[in-house]
């Protein structure tokens, strides 16, 4: 089935490419294998910001993490020439601002990866980091990479 095809299917629109936030660009393709820089979880160009585990919830820290994954895909499909034309997913590299108390960044990051297993189906499976951080660009709970497969 066509990543498309499956976006449609999911009721899933992608999101316009978000606009870099500093010097570099949102994806790059070497190979067979397209690394998009982290993305944050903008959705029309609003950011939820705040520590997981203390002013975001991990429950809203999941979705959002979803959406930078979302966000991922789009700034992917952008520099390959369309969404058809990837195929997988290489890894996923998540980061989460936390609380110190806070350990459930694998649960944040799960967002993330099940959102690419639903678009992806079995090509959708991957390596991956979940790393819990001080703080991120602009005080974003979530910031996900991902390295995706194309054709």
Do not use: W
């Not at 997981?52 to 966000?71: D, H, M, W």
């Not at 951080?133 to 990479?145: G, N, Q, W």
């Amino acid at each position: 089935m066509l990543v498309s095809d499956r976006l449609a299917e999911l009721g899933i629109e992608l999101p316009a490419v978000a606009a870099p936030v500093a010097a570099y660009i949102p994806a790059q393709r070497i190979g067979n294998e397209v690394r998009t820089s982290g993305q944050l979880p903008f959705v029309d160009g609003q950011l939820t910001t705040g520590k997981v585990g203390s002013r975001v919830s991990p429950e809203i820290a999941n979705s959002l993490a979803a959406q930078c994954a979302l966000n991922a895909l789009a700034a992917a499909a952008d520099a390959v020439g369309g969404v058809d034309r990837l195929v997988g997913v290489s890894h996923v590299t998540g980061f989460v601002a936390s609380s110190p108390e806070f350990t459930g960044q694998p649960g944040v990051v799960n967002g993330a990866s099940e959102l690419l297993g639903k678009i992806f189906g079995e090509a959708g499976a991957h390596t991956r980091s979940a790393v819990g951080v001080a703080v991120l660009p602009l005080d974003a709970p979530v910031e996900v990479e991902v390295t995706f497969i194309a054709e």
